[in-house]
C-alpha cells in the first residue's frame, strides 16, 4: 500500500513540475490557447468498519473490512480560438482492501480472491464554457475493475446561469454498463441448488441510468439555497449472489432480488454565511424506491476560520431509512417468498455520522513547499444502529 501511494506520489509531483515548467516558457504566439496546468489533488484515506450483521453469511458474522483509497485529480485548460475555455479532468483511483465478511463465501477464510483485491478505477472529462453567456457543456467516461466486476460509464452535463449570476441550472446525465462475474456460496456450487437466477460463473449485466437536475440561487450576499431531483434506474442483476439468505424451513438458498430498481431523491442545501469566518452549510434529503425503502437525511456542517489561512469544520449527519419490502433477518424467511434478502443494508434502520476537518492554505504554500496549496486533514466516525460502525480518516494534498 505504501508502494502504491508513493508511486502516485512521485508521478503526481513530475506532473506538476512539468506543467509548471510549460507555463513559464518564454511567450509565443497564442499563448493564451496553451495547456495551462490549474490544479492536482491527491487524496489519500483509511477505511475501517465492523459490525455482526454480514450477508454473506445470513444476516450474522462479521462485517470486518479495512480500505485503503488513494485519488489523484489533475485539472488543465485552455482557451480555443473563439474564446471558449476548455478544461480537462482527469481523475485516477487505487482502492486496496481485505473483508473477512467477503472471505466467507469460500471454504477457507483466506483462500479465495474475495478475502483482498484491488480495485482500479480513472475517470476522463472535457468541459466546454462560454464564460461570458454563463453557460458550459461537457462529457465524462470512466471505467472501474476488480476480480469480479467490470464497469465502463459516461455521462453529459449543462449549465447555464444567469445575467446577474446568481441563478444557475444544472443538468447531468449519466450512465454505467456492468457486468458481474456471479460467484455462489461455496456449499451451494456443485448441483445448483442455489435458487432461481444467475449461477456460478454466468457473466450478469446490471445497467444504471441517473439523472440530475438541479436550481441554485443567491438570494442574499450571506444566504444561498439548491434545490436537486436525482432520479435513477437500474436493471440487471441486483442481487449480491454470493449472500447467503436462510429460511424457516432451515433451507439455505443465493439472494435473489428483482432485476429492475427505480430511485427518487430529491434534496436541498442552505448555505448561510455568518460574517468573514463562519459558514453553516446544511443538507436535507428524501429518498423512495420501488423496493420499499423510503430514507430522510439531515446534515449541517460548520466551516470556522482560524485565521485567513486555516479553517476548521466540524460536521454531522443523521440518517434514517425503512426497510425493504425483500428483506427478513436470520432464519425469517419463508419458502414460497419471491424475493429475499438478509443484507441489513436493506433493513430499517438508523445512523449518526460526525466528526471534523481542518484545513491549511499560506500563500507561500504548506511548509514552505510553494507548489503545495493546501492540506486538508478529516476524521469521521459513523455509527448505525443495528451495530455497525466504522471510522475514516484523509488527507487532501492540492498542488
Same mark, same amino acid.
Given at each position: !500500500?505504501?508502494?502504491?501511494?508513493?508511486?502516485?506520489?512521485?508521478?503526481?509531483?513530475?506532473?506538476?513540475?512539468?506543467?509548471?515548467?510549460?507555463?513559464?516558457?518564454?511567450?509565443?504566439?497564442?499563448?493564451?490557447?496553451?495547456?495551462?496546468?490549474?490544479?492536482?489533488?491527491?487524496?489519500?484515506?483509511?477505511?475501517?468498519?465492523?459490525?455482526?450483521?454480514?450477508?454473506?453469511?445470513?444476516?450474522?458474522?462479521?462485517?470486518?473490512?479495512?480500505?485503503?483509497?488513494?485519488?489523484?485529480?489533475?485539472?488543465?485548460?485552455?482557451?480555443?480560438?473563439?474564446?471558449?475555455?476548455?478544461?480537462?479532468?482527469?481523475?485516477?483511483?487505487?482502492?486496496?482492501?481485505?473483508?473477512?465478511?467477503?472471505?466467507?463465501?469460500?471454504?477457507?477464510?483466506?483462500?479465495?480472491?474475495?478475502?483482498?483485491?484491488?480495485?482500479?478505477?480513472?475517470?476522463?472529462?472535457?468541459?466546454?464554457?462560454?464564460?461570458?453567456?454563463?453557460?458550459?457543456?461537457?462529457?465524462?467516461?470512466?471505467?472501474?475493475?476488480?476480480?469480479?466486476?467490470?464497469?465502463?460509464?459516461?455521462?453529459?452535463?449543462?449549465?447555464?446561469?444567469?445575467?446577474?449570476?446568481?441563478?444557475?441550472?444544472?443538468?447531468?446525465?449519466?450512465?454505467?454498463?456492468?457486468?458481474?462475474?456471479?460467484?455462489?456460496?461455496?456449499?451451494?456450487?456443485?448441483?445448483?441448488?442455489?435458487?432461481?437466477?444467475?449461477?456460478?460463473?454466468?457473466?450478469?449485466?446490471?445497467?444504471?441510468?441517473?439523472?440530475?437536475?438541479?436550481?441554485?440561487?443567491?438570494?442574499?450576499?450571506?444566504?444561498?439555497? !439548491?434545490?436537486?431531483?436525482?432520479?435513477?434506474?437500474?436493471?440487471?442483476?441486483?442481487?449480491?449472489?454470493?449472500?447467503?439468505?436462510?429460511?424457516?424451513?432451515?433451507?439455505?438458498?443465493?439472494?435473489?432480488?428483482?432485476?429492475?430498481?427505480?430511485?427518487?431523491?430529491?434534496?436541498?442545501?442552505?448555505?448561510?454565511?455568518?460574517?468573514?469566518?463562519?459558514?453553516?452549510?446544511?443538507?436535507?434529503?428524501?429518498?423512495?424506491?420501488?423496493?420499499?425503502?423510503?430514507?430522510?437525511?439531515?446534515?449541517?456542517?460548520?466551516?470556522?476560520?482560524?485565521?485567513?489561512?486555516?479553517?476548521?469544520?466540524?460536521?454531522?449527519?443523521?440518517?434514517?431509512?425503512?426497510?425493504?419490502?425483500?428483506?427478513?433477518?436470520?432464519?425469517?424467511?419463508?419458502?414460497?417468498?419471491?424475493?429475499?434478502?438478509?443484507?441489513?443494508?436493506?433493513?430499517?434502520?438508523?445512523?449518526?455520522?460526525?466528526?471534523?476537518?481542518?484545513?491549511?492554505?499560506?500563500?507561500?504554500?504548506?511548509?514552505?513547499?510553494?507548489?503545495?496549496?493546501?492540506?486538508?486533514?478529516?476524521?469521521?466516525?459513523?455509527?448505525?444502529?443495528?451495530?455497525?460502525?466504522?471510522?475514516?480518516?484523509?488527507?487532501?494534498?492540492?498542488?
Amino acid at each position: !500500500m505504501k508502494y502504491i501511494s508513493l508511486t502516485i506520489v512521485a508521478l503526481y509531483l513530475g506532473i506538476v513540475a512539468s506543467f509548471a515548467q510549460v507555463i513559464n516558457k518564454d511567450s509565443v504566439p497564442y499563448e493564451k490557447r496553451k495547456l495551462k496546468f490549474e490544479q492536482a489533488d491527491l487524496v489519500n484515506s483509511y477505511y475501517h468498519q465492523d459490525g455482526n450483521n454480514s450477508a454473506v453469511t445470513g444476516g450474522l458474522g462479521t462485517e470486518k473490512l479495512t480500505d485503503f483509497s488513494n485519488t489523484f485529480d489533475l485539472r488543465l485548460s485552455r482557451y480555443g480560438k473563439t474564446g471558449l475555455k476548455h478544461t480537462y479532468n482527469f481523475e485516477l483511483g487505487v482502492d486496496t482492501y481485505t473483508s473477512a465478511s467477503s472471505a466467507n463465501i469460500e471454504i477457507s477464510a483466506t483462500s479465495g480472491p474475495s478475502y483482498s483485491d484491488i480495485r482500479v478505477y480513472p475517470s476522463l472529462s472535457w468541459d466546454i464554457a462560454n464564460e461570458q453567456k454563463g453557460r458550459s457543456f461537457g462529457f465524462d467516461v470512466s471505467a472501474s475493475g476488480e476480480f469480479d466486476y467490470t464497469s465502463f460509464g459516461g455521462g453529459l452535463h449543462y449549465s447555464k446561469s444567469s445575467k446577474n449570476k446568481n441563478t444557475d441550472v444544472d443538468i447531468k446525465l449519466k450512465a454505467f454498463f456492468d457486468t458481474w462475474k456471479v460467484i455462489l456460496p461455496y456449499e451451494l456450487r456443485p448441483d445448483n441448488n442455489s435458487g432461481p437466477g444467475y449461477q456460478q460463473n454466468d457473466r450478469a449485466p446490471r445497467n444504471s441510468f441517473s439523472g440530475s437536475f438541479s436550481l441554485s440561487q443567491i438570494f442574499t450576499k450571506n444566504f444561498q439555497a !439548491m434545490l436537486m431531483i436525482e432520479p435513477a434506474f437500474q436493471q440487471g442483476l441486483l442481487a449480491t449472489r454470493y449472500q447467503r439468505v436462510y429460511f424457516t424451513s432451515n433451507a439455505e438458498l443465493a439472494e435473489f432480488l428483482p432485476d429492475n430498481r427505480l430511485k427518487l431523491p430529491i434534496g436541498a442545501r442552505l448555505n448561510y454565511f455568518l460574517g468573514d469566518n463562519l459558514v453553516f452549510r446544511s443538507f436535507f434529503r428524501y429518498y423512495s424506491d420501488n423496493w420499499g425503502i423510503k430514507s430522510e437525511t439531515a446534515e449541517l456542517e460548520t466551516s470556522i476560520k482560524l485565521n485567513p489561512f486555516s479553517s476548521i469544520s466540524p460536521f454531522y449527519r443523521y440518517y434514517q431509512q425503512t426497510s425493504a419490502d425483500y428483506f427478513a433477518a436470520y432464519g425469517q424467511h419463508k419458502i414460497n417468498e419471491e424475493f429475499y434478502t438478509s443484507d441489513y443494508d436493506l433493513s430499517k434502520f438508523h445512523s449518526n455520522f460526525y466528526g471534523a476537518g481542518i484545513r491549511f492554505a499560506p500563500p507561500t504554500g504548506v511548509l514552505g513547499i510553494n507548489k503545495l496549496k493546501m492540506i486538508e486533514l478529516r476524521y469521521g466516525h459513523y455509527n448505525r444502529s443495528n451495530g455497525l460502525n466504522s471510522n475514516i480518516v484523509s488527507m487532501n494534498l492540492r498542488f
